[in-house]
């Protein structure tokens, strides 16, 4: 009986990590869309289309997107404006407890910048092969010798934040 019961308990505890785990899942999803969102947005104006948003305790407090043609600023990167931005709504320079989501892996600029600010975890959907400082080209988010180290999950909504790149890439290939 009461190996019966125990039984029982371990499958009930099992089902709830799970149910959890796919919770957790749509809601990544969820703010990458809003990050998406943002991609778009720099499509449209011909910029490099990647988006970012940061969430602090389950609420979006900042967006930013790629305006480096725009604003003729090659630090105008979607991170780096949501990252003044965050900082600006808290009224502190540092980001603990928060966490970014970007369409693409952040290059070495942005990750180095959230190292700097201290923001907790990162959520990035497409790899960056060539630039991307998450492992990628090189790898900022865990380096040893830094001070801080941010916690990555990779590949949310992936399939989508890289076909927009793709398309931008695609499209201005055509018009030159
Ligand atoms: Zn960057």
Redesign the pocket.
Known sequence: MQVRLLLGALIKFKVQKSKSKTYMGKVDEIYMSEALKEAKRAFAKDEVP?GAVIVYKGKIIARGYNQVESLKDPTA????LAITSATSYLGNKWLSGASIYVTIE??????GALVLGRIQNLYFGAKDPK?GACGSATNIVNNKKLNHRIKVKEGILKEECSSLLKDFFKKKRNKS
């Open positions: 990647v990167h979607a991170e780096m952040p290059c070495s600029m942005c990750t630039a």
